[in-house]
């Protein structure tokens, strides 16, 4: 080979190898900065669509307007704490609440955060008081003003000794931009969705998905994760395959208290090694909710709802459906709530003592029948759950199996959440799955919610004890004297207790499943919001 045309290929070989080179490192740069995009961003999956996420309506995902809007003050651990209100005073008639806001927030479009922003937002959350009856700070505001730029002043007409709670709520006293604002409020819809929070609603594709992108301004410092899909998907398997395949990156027990996938496949994603389970405290009670105004219907006996109380195997549900991560439940509250150390006698799962509440009450089983009946009447009932929701499903089809055994005739039927809060208000059921509040709520959100025609006045409505049980809710929430509220929430608790309206399951927890090298996963005090500001890739 002559000397030229050696040279000329070694030339020829170096060209090539750095093309090579060249290529190789473009690709890595590739893979890098996809790397890069999943370490800020987070894809969670939903069995349910964002919906309407007005801030001051009730059919919102809550994870999702948390990470939107704030509230003047935050329910934590250790007590109220500040949040969009820097301090404030309260009066010492304990009506008077004066709030000093932060100086350096602004809504999503520009619009300052200042006092005339809080009065326009608590004005329009009033101007719809019959929607938010439930929440008995709504029933109580007197007068709002505006003292200075980022004073405001909430007058209320008697001592309320939760509205600081109340007002740390996911809803509906929290923020969103007067911009949005449709004939001057917020009951008839809003043009937009823009809060004070730490994340930016920026496209929303009805059931299919949403995502919020970072505020870069945000007055508690911009976010590390920069970007959080929430993204429709079938809970169960197809939530799994997700996973496995990457599609989706997170998931958490949601609104309704349910989980996207089960707890054998939360545990076969730890063992990939790829995926952290992270579990809170106890945060609410899944229960069993009868409906004590159908007088015509045999939910309204105490006696065949005790039945069905002490039929219900919950041992076998926190260990066989649920693995031991949702304990077993004997009372509405459990012992982590406020004020919920009240002696209450414990109904244990028995199948024998069922069956002679119902004898005793007159239900009785003849001519080999598989039914009982009374005076003609069979002893028949529905219960309607989550469809959404496997466990609840499992635990229904269990449930209807020993009711059975014992001669009720259950039929289980799944609907939308959505249906099912309709049927709680309109007292167009038996019996339905639910759950309480949650933990920063609780006693006093679910207590206050017994008197509320949107909420549990159809599953109080019908005892015997229903105007004293009014009686005593009203003068808890005024109470300002600790030993006297104590009093009245053990009268409370034992009264509903005793007649077997709410009936426990079990004590639920918040589930994350979340990338192995994902940081700084948290709870909050409610079971509705996760603190994704705080989260970060390691």
């Not at 939903?46 to 809550?62: C, E």
């Not at 508690?220 to 799994?240: D, F, H, M, N």
């Amino acid at each position: 080979m002559k000397k030229g045309s050696a040279f000329g290929l070694i030339l020829l070989l170096l060209s090539v190898i750095t093309v090579l080179a060249g290529c190789g490192q473009e690709e890595g740069t590739k893979k890098e900065s996809a790397n890069s995009e999943v370490k800020s961003e987070l894809i969670y999956a939903s069995a349910k669509d964002i919906n309407d996420m007005n801030p001051h309506l009730y059919t919102g995902s809550m994870p999702a307007q948390g990470m939107v809007y704030e509230s003047l003050v935050e329910n934590t651990v250790d007590g109220i704490k500040p949040l969009l209100a820097e301090s404030w005073d309260i009066a010492e008639d304990g009506k008077t609440y004066t709030f000093y806001l932060r100086q350096d927030v602004k809504f999503h479009d520009g619009e300052p955060f200042n006092a005339e922003a809080v009065k326009q937002n608590i004005d329009a959350v009033q101007a719809n008081a019959e929607k938010h009856a439930w929440i008995k700070l709504s029933t109580k505001i007197v007068s709002t003003k505006v003292m200075d730029e980022y004073t405001f002043e909430l007058v209320l007409s008697e001592p309320y000794y939760p509205a600081l709670v109340e007002l740390s709520m996911t809803r509906p006293y929290v923020f969103i931009s007067p911009k949005d604002f449709t004939n001057g409020g917020t009951k008839d819809g809003v043009s937009g969705y823009h809060g004070t929070g730490p994340y930016k609603l920026i496209a929303h594709k009805i059931d299919e998905n949403a995502t919020f992108e970072a505020n870069e301004d945000y007055w508690g410092g911009a976010p590390e994760i920069q970007k959080i899909t929430s993204k429709v998907l079938p809970a169960g398997e197809t939530t799994l395959l997700a996973l496995q395949k990457g599609e989706i990156n997170f998931v958490f027990t949601d609104d309704r208290g349910a989980d996207s996938i089960d707890v054998e496949a939360m545990n076969q994603l730890a063992d990939s090694g790829d995926f952290q389970v992270v579990r809170s405290e106890a945060m609410n009670t899944n229960m069993i909710v009868a409906n004590s105004s159908k007088m015509d219907n045999p939910v309204h006996e105490t006696a065949v709802r005790e039945a069905i109380w002490v039929a219900i195997d919950r041992e076998t549900i926190s260990n066989d459906i649920f693995n031991g991560t949702q304990t077993v439940a004997d009372t509405l509250f459990s012992s982590n709530v406020n004020y919920a150390h009240v002696e209450l006698k414990k109904r244990e799962y028995n199948p024998e003592t069922a069956k002679e509440l119902l004898e005793k009450a007159g239900w009785t089983l003849t001519n080999g029948k598989a039914v009982r009946t009374k005076n003609g009447q069979q002893l028949a009932l529905t219960l309607y759950y989550d469809s959404n929701s496997s466990s609840q499903k499992t635990q229904a089809e269990l449930i209807q199996h020993a009711l059975k055994g014992l001669g009720i005739q259950l039929e289980i039927v799944g609907e939308e959440s959505t249906s099912i809060a309709n049927r709680r208000a309109t007292g167009e059921y038996d019996l339905l799955f639910n759950q309480t509040w949650g933990l920063a709520y609780d006693p006093q959100s679910t207590i206050s919610a017994f008197t509320s025609d949107s909420a549990y006045k159809h599953t109080t409505s019908g005892l015997t004890q229903a105007e004293e049980l009014y009686k005593k809710i009203d003068e808890v929430m005024v109470s300002t004297d600790d030993a006297s509220r104590q009093l009245l929430y053990a009268d409370i608790m034992r009264i509903v207790h005793d007649e077997a309206v709410f009936i426990p399951i079990t004590n639920g927890r918040v589930t994350v499943v979340a990338p192995k090298n994902l940081d700084g996963i948290s709870f909050k005090q409610t079971q509705y919001e996760l603190p994704f500001e705080q989260m970060n890739f390691k």
